[in-house]
T-cell receptor
Framework: GEDVEQSLFLSVREGDSSVINCTYTDSSSTYLYWYKQEPGAGLQLLTYIFSNMDMKQDQRLTVLLNKKDKHLSLRIADTQTGDSAIYFCAETQPGGSYIPTFGRGTSLIVHP | DSGVTQTPKHLITATGQRVTLRCSPRSGDLSVYWYQQSLDQGLQFLIQYYNGEERAKGNILERFSAQQFPDLHSELNLSSLELGDSALYFC??????????FGPGTRLTVL
């Protein structure tokens, strides 16, 4: 079955890089997404990567995809206190209704 | 701002009652999804509508129902409410097969 796993917590110092990891089980995944949820708010799409890509960079964000290991990571460079939030990994498979499977979310805590 | 709106923002009600949550999708998006987020269950997919028709069902209880209207807005109806139904309810919209855009959510508290 489909499953997306993330570690629950990550604590980093302001200015350092953060790396949030995600593993998934379905090798037919087409799109893989990272969402950010700030307290009391909805999920905000940060970035996504198509399964035929290995890497995508967007300003401070770098997404790495290792299809062989079914591993996705999100690197945030120069992490700021405003990056403190819950980060969700999600993936979709082709066909059907494209309902994404979400991980439980990683709570990123940035301290000064 | 994702372009998806949800009302109300907060809802407090009693057990046994019925409530309706409303969602307006982004302009041009035909698909609407409903999710429930609670501390113990995480983000749970409830149901999807596409252009007025039910497209997929997830972990939606029989006490819950939804519909999508001709103007594409959607409503989620929750009835015979229980304490355990207290959660954040999110609506999302998308072009089929692509990324979802989430609304700000409705926080439901059942007392």
């Amino acid at each position: 079955g489909e499953d997306v796993e993330q570690s629950l917590f990550l604590s980093v110092r302001e200015g350092d890089s953060s790396v949030i990891n995600c593993t998934y089980t379905d090798s037919s995944s087409t799109y893989l997404y990272w969402y950010k949820q700030e307290p009391g708010a909805g999920l905000q799409l940060l970035t996504y990567i198509f399964s035929n890509m290995d890497m995508k960079q967007d300003q401070r964000l770098t997404v790495l995809l290792n299809k062989k290991d079914k591993h996705l990571s999100l690197r945030i460079a120069d992490t700021q206190t405003g990056d403190s939030a819950i980060y969700f990994c999600a993936e979709t498979q082709p066909g059907g209704s494209y309902i994404p499977t979400f991980g439980r979310g990683t709570s990123l805590i940035v301290h000064p | 701002d994702s372009g998806v709106t949800q009302t109300p923002k907060h809802l407090i009600t009693a057990t046994g009652q019925r409530v309706t949550l409303r969602c307006s999708p982004r302009s041009g998006d035909l698909s609407v999804y409903w999710y429930q987020q609670s501390l113990d269950q995480g983000l749970q997919f409830l149901i999807q509508y596409y252009n007025g028709e039910e497209r997929a069902k997830g972990n939606i209880l029989e006490r819950f129902s939804a519909q999508q209207f001709p103007d594409l807005h959607s409503e989620l109806n929750l009835s015979s409410l229980e304490l355990g139904d207290s959660a954040l309810y999110f609506c999302a919209s998308s072009v089929v097969g692509r990324e979802q855009f989430f609304g700000p959510g409705t926080r439901l508290t059942v007392l």
